[in-house]
T-cell receptor
Framework: DQQVKQNSPSLSVQEGRISILNCDYTNSMFDYFLWYKKYPAEGPTFLISISSIKDKNEDGRFTVFLNKSAKHLSLHIVPSQPGDSAVYFCAASPARNYGQNFVFGPGTRLSVLP | SAVISQKPSRDICQRGTSLTIQCQVDSQVTMMFWYRQQPGQSLTLIATANQGSEATYESGFVIDKFPISRPNLTFSTLTVSNMSPEDSSIYLC?????????FGPGTRLLVL
């Protein structure tokens, strides 16, 4: 049973436009969420996080929105750049305790077209 | 942040053999995690490795197949034992530094 879902395996966006990556989860105990970006042959790198006490967190071109009642979060990248082309993983954790591991979604491959 | 290195970066192995993957962190960490990413799939946690105690394995993973060592606070190894083609995957180690988890570059394993 997949607790974290990313239903779009791939997404293509024109450079300069907005990229919206979606993530849904089923476990109501999840309280803390992260987005990772992964290039081929590299480990995932942390992008942005959000805890359940917020509904939005912004960092430069990246904004994460959380809708706890719908168990849904999304990552917005604006404007999208070709260097953003990567696989994006959504990850969730029951609580932000030290050493708490995360459950990962299957990833969405973003292609930003020049 | 943390700088994490893994060795080897990639390997091609024969069925039935074993491979030990090393993970080195540039700072002392209590917990290290080992993940697997099979082709086309997400990151799946194999086990959590604490220094000085036995690793804790997730459902579907057992110590005989994936023995882990954690001799100190900056180093860990994962062994993939008696390999089969189904073990072909990327194996990543990860550490938790409070805000988030940081990942190593991964070890790409192909089992023939």
């Amino acid at each position: 049973d997949q607790q974290v879902k990313q239903n779009s395996p791939s997404l293509s966006v024109q450079e300069g436009r907005i990229s919206i990556l979606n993530c849904d989860y089923t476990n109501s105990m999840f309280d803390y969420f992260l987005w990772y970006k992964k290039y081929p042959a590299e480990g995932p790198t942390f992008l942005i996080s959000i805890s359940s006490i917020k509904d939005k967190n912004e960092d430069g071109r990246f904004t994460v929105f959380l809708n706890k009642s719908a168990k849904h979060l999304s990552l917005h990248i604006v404007p999208s750049q070709p260097g953003d082309s990567a696989v994006y993983f959504c990850a969730a954790s029951p609580a932000r305790n030290y050493g708490q591991n995360f459950v990962f979604g299957p990833g969405t491959r973003l292609s930003v077209l020049p | 942040s943390a700088v994490i290195s893994q060795k080897p970066s990639r390997d091609i192995c024969q069925r039935g053999t074993s491979l030990t993957i090393q993970c080195q962190v540039d700072s002392q960490v209590t917990m290290m995690f080992w993940y697997r990413q099979q082709p086309g799939q997400s990151l799946t946690l194999i086990a959590t490795a604490n220094q000085g105690s036995e690793a804790t394995y997730e459902s579907g993973f057992v110590i005989d197949k994936f023995p882990i060592s954690r001799p100190n606070l900056t180093f860990s190894t994962l062994t993939v034992s008696n390999m089969s083609p189904e073990d072909s995957s990327i194996y990543l180690c990860s550490v938790d530094l409070g805000e988030t988890q940081y990942f190593g570059p991964g070890t790409r394993l192909l089992v023939l």
